[in-house]
């Protein structure tokens, strides 16, 4: 809540403010509740359960792991920071945007499957 607080007040008192918050249960307390009741132009948006493919953060977290840190070697904590900042700037010097798509049909749930399947 501190962190939050700390936030809105850098931020002009009319204007909207939006904030993503990863899955955790902190949104779920009655202190936030109260908080949000007492200021209406904050708003949570709280990210599902197991979504972090969704999040292209942990996308990009995901890249630097599997083609740099992944079976590396490293001589020091410095090194490592050293060698994720050049690949950084070697992924800044030719940016692509990313777009996200399934892109194996066979995998897909069909509602037939889901028949079965009993949610508790």
Not at 4 to 30: M, R, Y
Request: overall charge neutral; glycine content about 2%; hydrophobic content about 40%.
């Amino acid at each position: 809540m501190a962190f939050l607080a700390d936030l809105l007040i850098k931020l002009s008192g009319d204007q909207e403010s939006h904030f993503i918050c990863d899955n955790l249960s902190a949104p779920n307390t009655q202190r936030v509740d109260e908080f949000l009741r007492d200021d209406p132009n904050v708003h949570l948006h709280v990210t599902p359960t197991y979504s972090s493919w969704l999040q292209q953060v942990e996308l990009w977290f995901a890249k630097i792991e599997r083609e740099l840190i992944y079976r590396g070697i490293f001589t020091s904590v410095t090194d490592l920071a050293r060698r994720i900042m050049v690949y950084i700037k070697h992924c800044n010097a030719d940016p692509r945007p990313i777009k996200w798509q399934y892109a194996d049909p066979t995998r897909r749930f069909h509602a037939a499957q889901l028949s079965n399947v009993t949610v508790h």
